[in-house]
Every structure is written in structure tokens, then in C-alpha cells.
């Protein structure tokens, strides 16, 4: 079984042999999603673009609550681990896991049945498609919540190789089943929703066999499976505070779908394929976040203070040259990434657009997401929220209004592109304080 104690040895190093599992694993969820707008665009055109589009904002919403809640029970039990506290470590690791659980179950319910009135809400230009691939999608909800729940497991102890493998299955099983579904069968987007909803299913499952198989180190043994009241509340504590700042982000996202769904299905479908051009390029900074979350926990659970400090700087440098590279590189080939998608003049006249304004924003989520990673693995979650607010709602949503009344469809691109600029000085301010020397989340 692959552990990694980051609280010793050269710092750059252990950064990346922990983050290239992440970009990798990054890469290959980037690569099944791409390949549903891919064959949509191919074999069913704009209207299957703009109704995966639609039907995604809202499952990545969930998504995004779930990983916020599994951050809490990471950062727990990364503390725990960079302790040597192993029975509160595994009491943490079976509660997330039950929650997951029965979260996603609820969750189910919940999308399957209100999907129609969801997407009339976001005013989608396809709805009667848009409605069909989230209900299918919605079947999946439960093995994503598992999954995230034992792959928070796997990273707090430092395997960022074993979720790269679940995905890896994902991946295969997404672009295999896409190209028989939407290709061979012509089923449309219902089959687009089928191959993600099977492909998440297989992730899941790879990742709960690994798990079980290694239960003295997870400890989800059918006799110990159950709910810790205080492991509930400590993952809870600092566990809302992310999911909640995580679906700030992604309202903000469903809001600006819902300015730009006001301009066409051309429009809608240039935005859907502009975003999964934009999230590969942020995969280095996520990995990176990732990574320095994790070590930043490790660090202050063993009280390594200073560690910790120079673990964001070196992950900030790495970062910074990094988007800087992929942002010459997406100017210089946009129109060319573009064509994969097969849209109409129009919508690849938008996107072109939308791409290079936008792309230029990567540069500021490659500060603020790697400062947040000091707070988030002290438990300062709240202040991970604050930042969120501050540029998903304050920056992003007004300004968009603001310059959607002035300049129309280029103004949202551009208040997009400049919001996350907002919360780079309070991750600097927060990280120069010193105040996440005091707050652990295991001493709460």
C-alpha cells in the first residue's frame, strides 16, 4: 500500500510526485468530458452541445458540494496522519463514507425529479434534452459521493496514484461508451448521459475494492462502518464552510449561463466548449492546490510550521510558470483546439472570443487557489468562503452585470476573466498574518 509522509524531504519534489497522479487523473475526467461535447458536436450538433452544458452546470454543482464536504473529513485526517493518530484518523474515514453514502442517496431523489423546473430556471435553450441527460446523470450522484469520499481517503495519507487508476477506468469506459451510445446507437444525449452515468459507476467501484482490500490502513471493515458523532460535527465544521464556497462557485457559473443562454444556442454552446478548454488548462493549479493542501495539513499536524509556509511559495512559483506557459500556448492555437469540436461558424466565431479573454483570468486562480491552500489544510475554512464570496458574487456576478448591460456578450466573458484577481491580495494578506499557525482542526 503507497503512503507518503510530506512533512519531511525536499519540498518541489514531493509536491510533484504527488501532483502528477492529480494532473493525470485531472486530464483523463477533463478527457471523457470533452469527448461528450465531442461526439455531441459531431453527431447530434449545437443542440447537444448546449443541452450537456446546461445539464453539467448543475451536476457539477453537486459535485462541488460533495468535494467540499470530503475536504473537511482531507483535512482531518491529514492532521490526524501527520500526527500518528491512527484510531481518530479511521474513525474519520468510515464517517465520511457513511455520509457520502447517504448524501448521495437523498441527492438522487432530489435531481431526478426536479430537473425540468432546474433547467427552466436556466432558461435552457434545448430543454427537452437538457432534461434528459440530467435525470440519467442523476443515477450517477451516488457513486460520485462515494468515490469523493474514498479518494479524500486515499490523498489525506498521501496516494494520489490510486484515484488516477479509478479514473483512468472512468475515462476508458466514458470515451468507449460515448462513441457506441451517441455514434452506433444514435441514442443522442441520453446516450451521452448513459456512458458518463456507467463510467462514474466503474470508478466508484474500483476505488471501494482498493479500499476494502487495504482495511487495516482505511479501516472500512463491514463491523466498523458507522458514524462518529464527533467526527461528524469536526468534518461537518469544516467541511460546509468548503462545500458551501464550492457552490458559491458554481452558482456563479450557473449564473453566468443563464446571462450568456439569453444570446442563443450558439452562444450556450460556444460557453460549454470554452469551459472545457479552460479546466484543462487549470489542471496544474488544481493538482497543485491539491498537493499543497495535503502537505500543508501533514505539515501543521506534526507542527512543522515554517514547512508549511514555504510549501505554498514553492507551489505558487511552480503554478505561476506553469499558466503562464499554457496561456501563450492556448492564444497562439485557439482556433485549432476549437475545430475538434465540430461547431457552426457562429458558435466557433463566439468561442474564439470567449477563449482568449478569458484564458488570461487562469493567471489569477494560479494565486489565489494555491494561497488557499494554507487555510484549507489548517481548517481555516471560513476564510476559504470569504474569498469565494468575494469573487464569485462581489466581482464575478456584478461585474458581469454591470458590463453585460454595457458591452453585452464580450462584457461577460471580460468580468470572468478579471474576477478572480479579487481574492489574490487576502490569500497574500492571509498567508503574511501568521494566524493559521494557531488554527488546527484537530485541536478544535
Known amino acids: 500500500m503507497r503512503q507518503m509522509d510530506l512533512t519531511e524531504g525536499v519540498i518541489w519534489k514531493k509536491l510533484l510526485v504527488y501532483a502528477w497522479p492529480v494532473v493525470l487523473s485531472s486530464l483523463l475526467q477533463s478527457a471523457y468530458a470533452i469527448t461528450d461535447l465531442i461526439v455531441a ?19 457539477q454543482i453537486l459535485t462541488q458540494v460533495i468535494l467540499g464536504i470530503t475536504t473537511g473529513g482531507n483535512i482531518l485526517m491529514g492532521q490526524y496522519f501527520g500526527a500518528k493518530d491512527r484510531d481518530n484518523r479511521l474513525k474519520t474515514n468510515t464517517t465520511i463514507f457513511g455520509f457520502a453514502i447517504l448524501a448521495g442517496l437523498i441527492m ?28 440519467i446523470c442523476a443515477l450517477g450522484i451516488l457513486p460520485i459521493f462515494g468515490y469523493n469520499a474514498l479518494s479524500a481517503m486515499l490523498r489525506s495519507v498521501g496516494n494520489s496514484r490510486q484515484p488516477f487508476y479509478c479514473v483512468a477506468v472512468t475515462a476508458v469506459c466514458n470515451i468507449v461508451l460515448d462513441c457506441l451510445f451517441m455514434g452506433t446507437f444514435q441514442w443522442g444525449v441520453r446516450g451521452a448521459a448513459l456512458a458518463t452515468m456507467l ?24 463491523k466498523a462502518l458507522r458514524m462518529h458523532r464527533d467526527k ?6 469544516l467541511g460546509i464552510p468548503c462545500a458551501v464556497q464550492m457552490t458559491v462557485v458554481g452558482l456563479s457559473w450557473l449564473a453566468m449561463t443563464f446571462l450568456i443562454n439569453q444570446y442563443g444556442v450558439e452562444a450556450s454552446a460556444a460557453s460549454g466548449i470554452c469551459a472545457k478548454i479552460k479546466d484543462v488548462a487549470l489542471l496544474c493549479t488544481l493538482a497543485l492546490y491539491t498537493a499543497a493542501t495535503t502537505m500543508v495539513a501533514q505539515c501543521l499536524g506534526a507542527k512543522k510550521f515554517d514547512r508549511a509556509s514555504r510549501v505554498v511559495h514553492v507551489a505558487m512559483r511552480i503554478s505561476l510558470s506553469v499558466t503562464a506557459v499554457l496561456i501563450v500556448l492556448v492564444e ?15 458558435t466557433q466565431a463566439i468561442a474564439l ?22 487555510p484549507l489544510g489548517a481548517g481555516n475554512t471560513m476564510f476559504a468562503l470569504g474569498s469565494s464570496l468575494l469573487n464569485c458574487i462581489v466581482a464575478r456576478v456584478i461585474l ?17 476573466a478579471i474576477a478572480p484577481a479579487s481574492s489574490v491580495p487576502l490569500g497574500y494578506l492571509y498567508e503574511r498574518s501568521g494566524v493559521w499557525r494557531k488554527s488546527l482542526a484537530q485541536g478544535n
Not at 458536436?41 to 451536476?59: E, H, L, P, T
Request: hydrophobic share 55%; charged share 10%.
Open 353 to 374: 472570443q470567449n477563449l482568449r479573454i478569458e484564458i488570461v483570468g487562469q493567471i489569477f486562480y494560479a494565486s489565489f487557489m494555491v494561497y488557499n491552500a494554507l
Open 199 to 222: 463510467a462514474q459507476l466503474a470508478s466508484f467501484v474500483v476505488c471501494l475494492a482498493y479500499v476494502l482490500k487495504h482495511k487495516d490502513l482505511f479501516g472500512l471493515a463491514r
Open 332 to 346: 497562439l492555437f485557439a482556433p485549432q483546439l476549437l475545430a475538434i469540436f465540430h461547431p457552426d461558424a457562429v
Open 108 to 135: 438522487t431523489g432530489v435531481i431526478y425529479f426536479l430537473s425540468r423546473p432546474i433547467l427552466v430556471g436556466l432558461k435552457a435553450p434545448t430543454l427537452d434534452e437538457a432534461t434528459a441527460y440530467l435525470q
Open 232 to 237: 461528524l460535527g469536526q468534518m461537518l465544521k
Open 400 to 416: 458581469a452585470l454591470i458590463l453585460n448591460h454595457f458591452f453585452g456578450l464580450v462584457g461577460i466573458f471580460w468580468a470572468c
Open 41 to 59: 458536436g459531431w453527431f447530434i450538433g449545437k443542440d447537444g452541445i448546449s443541452a450537456i452544458n446546461n445539464a453539467s452546470q448543475v451536476m
